[in-house]
């Protein structure tokens, strides 16, 4: 491979961006010169489309993926004295929105390979809690960096135990595992999406809750706005312009610029796929050369995942440290997804119990660029930016 010349701040590679083109640009402008910039029609015509792509019945659009989250565990009844299984190794935000439901949450494991908290994870942590006398209400699997894990074995558990199961999908629109895909709902309550700019659909802000239960999707979509409805019997009492407020919500409604991005990105989200899975297959081939053999592991194939990161994990703390440092300052935004969120000051308690497969997960993760338009001369600097490192006694 040939050596480049070191990238500075006004060529740098982010670990992630949005894809933006001409059409997103008209969308947006198209709504902006319409009646309605908020609360108008293109909210549902792009709900409309995330059932499309999801295979969900029911789609609500708000401001965040943190919101939608807050909403779904909200419109499930969440509250003070119940307790929700949250894997360690996601962003705060699946857990926090527990905390402002009033509710507890209980850490599960995930695998050190994947980052991932599959059936085995959810098990321990759940049976610990019923041990004790709190069963847990909710599970929370995360279908983290893309990749889905056995929702069907997890939503068997959660039955057992009565518990609901909302799926945090930020990661992970247009994954699939075998049939299922992912935000379908098959086998679960809700799922959420976000669409961040660095997620598969840049909307600015926003995100999504998606359900398959009629009764569910009405809460949510009342809460997304103050609580407020039209119901029939207000409508009858007062007249055409009544509406009634029957529960304490949020103001959580996405705009219809929002919606028309949303919307104009949805287009693309299977060829963006198509890329990222490009992207990821030559990463793997790339770093299953010598040169990194003893350095880095790659991560496991996975066809269906959506690849919203690609992780590699380094054999120890130091060695990704270093390897942090040196890629930024060659000019290569890489990240570490995510530390235990257990560990945040906010969560932390006098006597902390770290998990084996979360602790050594984090220890060695890095996120490399993975974005549809990652350029192949951007990847190649990427990866021969890499190889230096793991050939440097920097190491
Ligand atoms: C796994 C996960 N869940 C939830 C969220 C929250 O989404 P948002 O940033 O749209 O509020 C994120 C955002 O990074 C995420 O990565």
Redesign the pocket.
Known sequence: MSKKAQRTKDDWIPYARQCIDESDIEAVVEALKSDFVTQGPRVGYFEDGLKEATGARYAIAVS???AA?HLAYQGLGMGGGDVGIVPSI??A??ANALRHCGAEVAWCDVEATSGLAGLSNFEKTGDALVAVGKSPKLLVP?SFAGRLCDLSAISEYAAKHGAYVVE?A??SIGAVRGDLRSASCDFSDAAIL???PVKHICAG?G?AVLTNDETLARRVRSLRSHGIEKTPEILESEGGWAYAQTELGWNYRMTDLQASLGGSQLRKLDSNIGRRREIAARYHEAFGEEAFRGSLERPIPDEGSAWHLYVVRFVSKELRRAVYGFMHANGVGVQVHYMPVYRHPYYRTDSPVLQSGAEAFYSGCLSLPMYPSLSDEEQSYVIETMERFCNSTEK
Do not use: I, K, N, Q
Request: hydrophobic content about 35%; proline content about 0%.
């Open positions: 965040s993926g943190t989250l996601t962003f935000a699946t995360v945090d930020a990661h976000s669409f961040h802000e995100g």
